[in-house]
Each structure stands twice: as C-alpha cells, then as structure tokens.
C-alpha cells in the first residue's frame, strides 16, 4: 500500500519541483516626466553596485528620451539602446560613461505587458524607484488606476509593503498633485521631488543629476558614490576645489 505523502517539514518548504529564485531584483519605472538623465544616473549607481534591476519605460517616457537625448528606446533593441542611453552624459556628450556592451543583471518589460513578473506580488524584488515621475503618473499610483505596467508594479510595490520612491519632476506643483502626493505619503511610499542642492560643490549639470539621484538611491538603502555627503564644514568642497 502506498503511504501518503508527508507536508513538507520546516526544511522542505518547497514542493519536488519548485526552486526558489535567489534574483531579487529593483523595479525601476521611467516615466513622461522630463529627466531622463535622472534615470540613467540611477541606473548607472544600481548596476556598479551589483543590483538586479527589472526596468520599465513608459510609452510617454520614449517620447521624452528621444527629444532630449535623440535615442530612441525600442523593445525589440533594448539592450542596444539602454547601452547608448547610459552611456551618455547628462550634458548630451555621447560614451562619456563606460558601458558594456552587454548590460549587466537587467531585465525589460514592456510598458503594455500586464502579465509582466512585475505586475505579481509573488514576484520577488527589493522595491521599486520611478525616476522621474509625472503628476500624471503620480495621480495613477495614488488612485490605484494600473492603467500600464508602471503603475500596476508600483501598487504591487505598496501593497506588498515593499520600498516606493517616487521622484516626481514637476514645477509649479497643483493643489491636486500635493493632493496625491500626500496619499502616496499615507501609504508608505517616500516622495522625492528631483530638487538638486549645491552644498556638494557642482560644477558641472551630472553633478546636479547625479545628486539627486544619490538622494534616491540614499532613499532605498543602495550603497553609491554619487556626490560628497555633508560633513558639517561650511565651503569644505570649494576650500578642496572638489566638484
């Protein structure tokens, strides 16, 4: 007679054919908002810091690459055109950063693809960062819309009680946008507006970038070096002449 098959004990916990995926990746969601360059630093950090990263592009995000870097963003070449776009500067000077040919530990997702690893709970990953963020894209995730797979992943992201941050790109800001940030607030998600300092001594438009988005990486706990901390010395950088 055939003895039944015994639960899994505490150190089975999986079924004969299940495996657990040790990829855990960073959802990044480029939105329409202007600041492109924004996500590219954010990228650039990620990667170097040897994150998985799941990305995706907005249909009115392409539109703002394309006129404000001339790259076009196509998902049948992705990996082609993710290369150029990281490895140009945010001053527009192509191959002013090093980057391989063959990006490192990233993912593409479609915008449309509903059914993306993203779009779950159940899919694992360490949060998500939309860098930038347009009031419109703002509103969707505080009104739960998921009307594309960004705002479907980032209200995964909430629900599961997973890191959002969000770096909203707007000026000046309407009482309906304060109105959804606040909510995105309320539901644990932290709201970065992309405002660069110059306490850090810039003098060149990356390290505006580039500061802000240390401050989103500093946001999610990613290790970087983007620009110099605060270390309580009024004109510290000018007195070193560091940028």
Not at 31 to 56: C, F, I, K, N
Not at 170 to 182: D, M, S
Not at 226 to 242: A, F, I, K, Q
Request: negative net charge.
């Amino acid at each position: 007679m055939e003895t039944p098959h015994e639960p899994y004990g505490p150190h089975e916990p999986y079924g004969p054919h299940e495996e657990v995926s040790r990829r855990r990746p960073w959802v990044v969601g480029v939105s329409g908002a202007s600041g492109t360059p924004y996500a590219a630093s954010v990228l650039r950090a990620l990667l170097a810091a040897g994150e998985a990263v799941d990305l995706v592009v907005s249909r009115a995000s392409r539109l703002t690459l394309l006129d404000e870097t001339g790259i076009g963003f196509r998902d049948a070449h992705w990996r082609e055109d993710l290369r150029r776009w990281l490895s140009r500067g945010a001053d527009g000077r192509p191959d002013a950063f090093e980057v391989p040919a063959e990006v490192a530990d990233v993912a593409h997702w479609a915008a449309g693809d509903l059914a993306a690893g993203p779009s779950s709970g159940s899919y694992p990953t360490k949060g998500m960062l939309i860098v930038p963020a347009s009031t419109a894209c703002v509103a969707g995730v505080a009104l739960g819309l998921s009307k594309d797979l960004l705002q479907r992943a980032a209200s995964v992201t909430l629900k599961e009680r997973r890191k959002l941050v969000v770096a909203v790109r707007e000026t000046p800001l309407n009482g309906q946008t304060l109105k959804a940030l606040v909510s995105l607030d309320e539901a644990g998600a932290v709201v970065l507006p992309a405002s660069p300092a110059f306490y850090a001594g810039a003098t060149h438009i990356q390290d505006l970038v580039d500061f802000v988005a240390g401050r989103v990486l500093d946001a999610a706990g990613v290790p970087h070096k983007l620009y110099r901390r605060w270390e309580g010395e009024l004109g510290g950088d000018r007195d070193r002449g560091t940028a």
